[in-house]
């Protein structure tokens, strides 16, 4: 996965009909979003009828130190792109702000084309910019202020605040809405898979990212389970 993205930073709308505000936990870090082809998906161009897809449900073994990183910080976990088929980008946007000194969340996987819309929830001014390519997003703001942007092309994209070294986040942009955050425990859950074959990657930001197949039947739970 290629390790940039493309930004396109514009000013955001008043906050009034916004779907996360300052403070609130993201409302979506989970896919499917909606969209035109957001939802379930079946080869011949339709949509299959409710209960035709499948779940993906994992979790991580082993010990160690992998194992402590994944307690520690959560891992995105997303079905890797599936050749011929792109995926409209949901109408709500994904959400990160800041808030007592660290972006929340910390690792935030996105569908390619998702605006992201940044927030300040502390009463000092932060930045926010691509630590690997700073001109593609910097900026700085104060509390209550926004900005939003759009990531359009696959990739993690580490984002930092130039005024608190300690503060990072990673987007997480990929190729399909199907994906996930895991839990303290290490485990998640990806639903609404339309049946099939997939690879199925794991990105965390202390182990080398690594990917397995699985198999996705309708109405069934596949089990995925990612030893660091
Ligand atoms: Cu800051």
Redesign the pocket.
């Known amino acids: 996965m290629r390790n940039r993205s493309v930004l396109l930073l514009v000013l955001s709308l008043p906050a009034v009909l916004a779907a996360c505000s300052p403070g609130e936990e993201p409302a979506a870090t989970e896919g499917p979003p909606p969209g035109r082809e957001g939802g379930p998906l079946a080869r011949d161009g339709g949509e299959p009828p409710a209960g035709a897809t499948g779940t993906i449900r994992g979790r991580f073994e082993g010990d160690g130190e992998a194992a402590l990183y994944v307690r520690l910080r959560p891992v995105a976990v997303y079905v890797e792109k599936v050749e011929g088929k792109t995926f409209e980008p949901p109408a709500e946007e994904a959400c990160l702000d ?1 808030k007592d ?1 660290e972006f929340v969340p910390r690792v935030l996987p996105i569908l390619v084309g998702t605006t992201v819309r940044f927030t300040n929830s502390d009463d ?1 001014r ?2 926010v910019h691509d630590s690997g390519d700073p001109s593609r997003l910097d900026f700085s703001f104060r509390l209550g202020e926004v900005r939003t942007g759009i990531f359009e092309e696959p990739g993690v994209v580490t984002i930092r ?1 130039r ?2 070294s300690q ?1 990072v986040a990673y987007l997480v942009v990929v190729e399909t809405p199907w994906f996930a955050t895991s839990d303290e425990e290490g485990a998640f859950e990806i639903d609404r898979v339309p049946p099939g074959n997939y690879r199925l990657t794991f990105w965390h930001e202390k182990i080398p990212a690594t990917s397995l197949p699985v198999h996705v039947e309708a109405g069934g739970t596949t089990e995925a389970i990612f030893r660091p």
Do not use: A, L
Request: proline share 0%; glycine share 0%.
């Open positions: 800041q000194y000092v932060h930045n605040c005024y608190h503060m």
